[in-house]
């Protein structure tokens, strides 16, 4: 079905009201995306592979809104990972360029509509234009109160690991922290996510069927879902039938099913 648009007066924004296949009490509270297929999209249209990283800013435009309309409160997207700097120099640039001025195009309108944008990764390595776009974004929606979004720039999953370890050890080594009493709960503390938590989903496009250093530690329980639909046309209805696969879904986070608990 397609989902209804209503008006939300308070914003004065086009809000899109929750699809009636999908039980309002079972929206995933964090969704990760790694977001793939955009040069094969750019490809089978006979354009340049960067036509798809520009389609695939649309669809993820589009995926925040409909995220945050429907009470997701955390997304969190791969945008760049630490192993695509490998890419021709080319591509790289472009992407940079891309970040930098959908960034600049969209502060404001993410700032009015209550978005938090944060920015998960080695910040550093990327150009200074971008690092100044990235502060200002951050700091501009930092007080915001709706949806937590969530950009994976430079970001790898085992140097967040190995980042949160070297904490832990200066302040071991420091006198401030007893080594004995480092836990998961601890260890969770020092990763980008500290203040979310986990994802309770994650979506992968484009037919692949690897994390590829995404999110190590938080995926650890979340649901998977795979498509083969690429990024650029992972749509509104896309999004449904990957909620509704989720919805369908019993987490058991390891432990039994109630009735399985029973016949013990
Ligand atoms: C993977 O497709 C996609 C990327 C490496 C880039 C994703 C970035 C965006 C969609 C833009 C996000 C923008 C902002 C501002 C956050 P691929 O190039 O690996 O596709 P392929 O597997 O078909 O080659």
């Not at 296949?21 to 995306?33: G, M, N, S, Y």
């Not at 203040?195 to 995926?219: C, Y």
């Not at 498509?227 to 432990?255: C, M, N």
Request: glycine share 6%; with cysteine.
């Amino acid at each position: 079905m397609v989902p209804s648009k209503a008006v939300d007066s308070n914003l004065n924004n086009s809000i899109t009201s929750l699809p009636n296949e999908l039980d309002p009490l079972r929206i995933p509270t964090h969704i990760a995306v790694i977001m793939d297929g955009n040069g094969r999209w750019a490809k089978s249209k006979g354009l340049p592979r960067t036509m798809g990283h520009t389609a695939g800013v649309d669809t993820l435009k589009e995926t925040l809104r409909l995220c945050s309309d429907w009470g997701v409160k955390a997304l969190t997207v791969y945008a760049f990972s630490t192993e695509n700097w490998s890419r021709p120099a080319e591509e790289v640039n472009f992407l940079m360029t891309l970040f930098e001025r959908v960034l600049k195009r969209e502060i404001m309108s993410m700032k009015s509509q209550g978005v938090k944008i944060t920015f998960f990764g080695d910040l550093e390595r990327l150009p200074e234009r971008l690092r100044e776009l990235i502060a200002e974004a951050t700091k501009e929606t930092l007080s915001n109160k709706g949806i937590n979004f969530n950009v994976c720039t430079n970001y790898g999953g085992r140097r967040e690991l190995v980042l949160a370890a070297r904490k832990l050890a200066e302040k071991s080594v420091k006198g401030d922290l007893d080594p004995s009493s480092i836990d998961e709960r601890m260890f969770a503390s020092e990763l980008y996510t500290s203040e979310i938590g986990d994802p309770d989903l994650l979506i992968r496009t484009s037919g692949e069927r690897r994390i590829s250093n995404f999110l190590l530690w938080q995926l650890a329980y979340s649901e998977i879902y795979l498509t083969d639909v690429l990024w650029p046309d992972f749509d509104d209805h896309e999004l449904i039938k990957a909620l509704a696969d989720y919805q369908s879904r019993l987490r058991r986070f390891g432990g039994l099913e109630p009735t399985q608990s029973q016949q013990l």
